[in-house]
């Protein structure tokens, strides 16, 4: 009996001692978990470098931006000068604004010397349908038609365009949409714009009668 028991001891010191061994290799024999890597303590200089380049940075950043936004507002400030918005500037009422016109199918967008698009009315994206390219009235009257070109290439087909007929109306607003061949819209647009003659006047010749 004396024997089992020294034999039993012994079993549970081994045990004991393979524990202490787990232990001192982390569990399930997996080695010891490093420490987590720390960055290199600098010396008051090096961090003061440090610590003016990053303020340099972020002085930079701001000034690009500002730079940038500034550069933005005079490209669109040229932009509008060199649009042509009519005699008298009388179709100006009409830039940064947008009309909407809906048929069976799609919701069509005109925004006049931006650009035209179409969506379907069930839901999807959006279809540019050309970017504002210029007056394409007749000669006695170029203001008379929009043309928007330049828009979402067709399949085997060309770039969607639109040329929008201008009438005069009490309302800014679209009246009818077609498509008269493949990719090619026709918008009928109302407005008090061209109620007033915008054809352009003739140069008169005056003689002084002796």
């Not at 420490?35 to 950043?61: H, V």
């Not at 077609?178 to 819209?185: K, S």
Request: with cysteine; hydrophobic share 25%; charged share 40%.
């Amino acid at each position: 009996m004396e024997a089992d028991n020294d034999r039993d001891l012994e079993e549970e010191d081994d045990d004991d001692e393979e524990d202490d061994r787990k232990d001192e290799r982390g569990e399930e024999g997996s080695p010891p978990a490093q420490e987590e890597e720390k960055m290199p303590d600098y010396d008051e200089e090096t961090k003061k470098l440090i610590e003016d380049a990053a303020l340099a940075r972020a002085n930079f950043d701001e000034a690009d931006k500002r730079f940038r936004d500034t550069e933005k507002e005079l490209n669109d400030i040229n932009s509008f000068l060199n649009m042509d918005l009519g005699p008298d500037e009388v179709f100006y009422p009409l830039k940064d604004q947008c009309y909407e016109f809906t048929d069976r199918e799609y919701i069509y967008k005109l925004c006049p010397f931006d650009q035209a698009s179409q969506r379907p009315k069930s839901g999807g994206t959006e279809t540019n349908l050309g970017r504002w390219g210029h007056w394409a009235g007749p000669e006695n009257n170029k203001y008379e038609q929009m043309k928007f070109e330049k828009g979402l290439n067709c399949w085997n087909g060309p770039d969607r365009s639109v040329l929008v007929t201008l009438h005069c109306g009490t309302n800014n607003e679209i009246v009818s949409v077609a498509e008269p061949n493949r990719c090619e819209y026709t918008f009928n647009f109302n407005t008090p714009a061209v109620c007033i003659d915008t054809t352009p006047e003739e140069p008169h010749d005056e003689h002084d009668e002796l």
